[in-house]
């Protein structure tokens, strides 16, 4: 069994309209941005928007927010793309409502803010919990869907490394990677809701049941799978993705979780790798 400090990194990796629109100016260097809430399910969802064109959604992981998830390829990204970014129950500036988290109930939150936003179809790129989450709106909302970048996700729990869901029953907030508790806290200043947000992320991860091999053969959007051959899912786990989504195609890098992003709790990031990744999405996209 791989030790417990590293199983509680990889499990917060993974769980972890008033349209009122203000300009922002980004503390990690991205461009200026358009931001607001929308009353979503009973929530009040924040969102941000960068450039122009074709849309595309960037989902977190769990335990994250947009600055800690994708702040070093949004700026790449929004040079060619709409980006609409936004953040999901009880994590970073958006509110909670009195229910567990579900990919399920993620993925009509965000179908709901899109409408919302009168953006009826958009590709997503979904990192961690987040790739869950975007593949439940291929699944349930598929008329939205033009493209899918799912990375380092899963779907059954076998696809995890070994001893992660044992460690999870462990874990408490002390765990948590300080980059993520300070991102949460520099959002939003309240303990209590950073503890809520880490609670309902393990209750999640706790009680997850696999899914069954038809969902992921239903989705019919373009799919792009990304994975770190170091990464917490098993590269055979995302081959076995590859060939139940029809049309998918698979890259593996030379990664850990979230490095190729550029995510906050991965470490210092690697510019080469992260230019690397946003080509390959531009890519994906153009096709």
Known sequence: MLPRSYIVVALVLFSCTSKNQNENKNQQNMTSFK????EVNGIKMYYEIHGEGEPLVL???GGSTIGTSFSKIIPGLSSNFKIIAVELQAHGHTSDRNSPESFEQDADDVAGLL??????KASFLGFSNGGNTSMQIAIRHPEMVSKLIIASS???REGIIPGLFEGIKQATIKDMPQPLKDAFLEINPDNNKLLNMFNKDRERMMNFQDWKDEMLASIKAPALIINGDLD???NEHTVAMSRL????RLMILPATHG??????ES????????NLIVDVIKGFMRK
Do not use: C, M, W
Not at 115 to 120: D, E, I, M
């Open 35 to 38: 931001s607001g809430y929308a």
């Open 59 to 61: 989902i977190h992981g």
């Open 115 to 120: 409408r919302q936003l009168a953006t009826p």
């Open 154 to 156: 899963f779907y059954k």
């Open 232 to 234: 917490v899912v098993l």
């Open 245 to 248: 989504i029809p049309n998918s």
């Open 259 to 264: 490095s190729y992003l550029g995510a906050i």
């Open 267 to 274: 470490g210092p990031p690697d510019e080469t790798q992260i």
